[in-house]
Nanobody, 122 residues
Framework: VQLVESGGGLVQAGGSLRLSCAAS????????VGWFRQVPGKEREFVAA????????YHGDSVKGRFSISRDNAKNSVYLQMNSLRPEDTAVYYC????????????????WGQGTQVTVSS
């Protein structure tokens, strides 16, 4: 499966962005799909995920109540709605996919997009 992220950009603190992850090649709903983020010098951090073909979602502690993952199976896409953005949310955001249940470790994901930059100014 090929993944392409979009929707990143520059936003002021308190603002919102919606990231998209569009898939091709395979049906994304048959994979566990997660959003991760990474800043230079640090490991890729878990943000949110769907648990495979189910509708269960999981969000990292740092984004709970502010970010929300969703999907549109007809468009073979997964989204990340980010509200109340903070400067510490600045990172490159990636979507990843894996066969089986979701994991919070980026090393467990087999497929990745190229990432999209999110910059939150104070």
């Amino acid at each position: 499966v090929q993944l392409v992220e979009s929707g990143g950009g520059l936003v002021q603190a308190g603002g919102s962005l919606r990231l998209s992850c569009a898939a091709s090649g395979r049906t994304l709903s048959t994979y566990a799909v997660g959003w991760f983020r990474q800043v230079p010098g640090k490991e890729r951090e878990f943000v949110a995920a769907f648990s495979g073909i189910g509708t269960n979602t999981y969000h990292g502690d740092s984004v709970k109540g502010r970010f929300s993952i969703s999907r549109d199976n007809a468009k073979n896409s997964v989204y990340l709605q980010m509200n109340s953005l903070r400067p510490e949310d600045t990172a490159v955001y990636y979507c990843g996919a894996r066969v089986g249940a979701f994991r919070t470790s980026a090393s467990m994901y087999e497929y990745w997009g190229q990432g999209t930059q999110v910059t939150v100014s104070s």
